[in-house]
């Protein structure tokens, strides 16, 4: 015969029940149990879990996926400029974001048709894809044609000079995709081929990790989205340069294509020059007796040199003279340090 509960006992395991555990059962029946156990449950239910889904593993760690961002947030301001220039209109670009997924979810989130261009970031291996809304990319056509900057009232297949006007703008992108870059490697992006239907784009298995860029660009009267896609394997050989250390250590130096870059841009850049002849001080009582005739004593000699300045700072010395009917300046010193006394 079974044995029976005694009502003790069957008080002790609905306690042990509803208390999550069965120690208080085996604790009642012998010696009282310490605090310890109950603590330590305590401990673990402060804890969160998060979800790991092992068929889409995160192959890119946080910190790399933050020096994506830092990059392609550089890409957003440069190519907005490029863009301005281009279309003669405001347009600002904004990172929207970064993400880790599979390539078959991409192709599905992209319309059809669409404008698609694959290209190459020699010497990595394999494709990259550019990808352009549709309704931004006909308004871009009105602007360069000549209109206010309209979209098309339906969604359609380029034209072939449309597509070449699409395609000197997605060049223009690629350049400023390679500056941004360069602390990351040297590249070289190129075209490969343009494509409107999404389902015959095969650059990764589809169950491949890509990161996808998504960048909104904002124009006077329209708005879209262009997105980068770069598949993991395209990034396998450099993804260690994408950690924050390496990504610090490359803005601290400066490769000799950007100082050639910035040495160009900064001897097209006009700067104020003026020749201080002298100095004298006078009081306002004076200032404001002065009439056309009157003669001020400076305090500098007749065959001194006049300072040379450049942005009100004095950089050369030189000698007055005159060039057919215009007054001239010899420069006869190039100033290291600031003379006292030359500043006007």
Avoid at 16 to 40: I, K, L, Q, R
Avoid at 125 to 153: C, H, K, T, W, Y
Avoid at 156 to 177: F, K, S
Wanted: proline share 4%; glycine share 6%.
């Amino acid at each position: 015969m079974a044995d029976i509960l005694s009502q003790d006992e069957v008080d002790a395991l609905l306690a042990a029940v509803s208390s999550g555990g069965d120690d208080s059962m085996s604790s009642s029946a012998s010696e009282p149990d310490t605090n310890s156990g109950s603590s330590e449950d305590e401990r673990a239910d402060d804890r969160t879990l998060s979800l790991y889904d092992f068929r889409r593993p995160d192959r890119v760690s946080k910190d790399q996926m933050r020096t994506l961002q830092n990059l392609h947030e550089g890409y957003a301001r440069l190519f907005s400029t490029t863009l301005t220039n281009f279309l003669r209109t405001f347009v600002e670009i904004e990172l929207v974001s970064v993400d880790q997924l599979t390539f078959s979810e991409f192709v599905m989130s992209i319309s059809n048709p669409s404008c698609i261009y694959i290209f190459k970031m020699e010497p990595l291996e394999g494709n990259a894809i550019v990808e352009i809304n549709p309704s931004l990319v006909f308004f871009i056509i009105d602007r360069l044609f000549g209109g206010q900057g309209r979209p098309s009232e339906q969604n359609r297949e380029l034209t072939h000079i449309e597509q070449n006007v699409i395609h000197r703008i997605v060049e223009r992108g690629l350049q400023d995709l390679r500056d941004v870059w360069e602390h990351v490697g040297v590249f070289s992006p190129k075209i490969e081929a343009y494509e409107t239907n999404p389902q015959f784009v095969q650059i990764a298995p589809p169950g491949e990790t890509v990161i996808l860029i998504s960048l909104e660009v904002r124009m006077q009267n329209a708005s879209g989205l262009m997105s980068l896609c770069f598949p993991y394997m395209l990034l396998d050989s450099v993804i260690t340069n994408l950690s924050g250390e390496s990504w610090m250590s490359s803005q601290s130096t400066v490769t000799a294509e950007t100082k050639s870059l910035i040495e160009h841009e900064l001897k097209s850049l006009p700067v104020p020059l003026s020749v201080v002849i002298g100095n004298t001080t006078l009081s306002i009582k004076d200032l404001l007796q002065l009439q056309q005739g009157d003669i001020l004593c400076l305090d500098k000699h007749k065959d001194s040199d006049f300072a040379v300045q450049i942005g009100g700072k004095t950089k050369m010395l030189g000698k007055s003279g005159i060039i057919g009917r215009k007054k001239a300046v010899r420069v006869t010193q190039v100033v290291e340090k600031e003379v006292p006394g030359c500043n006007g």
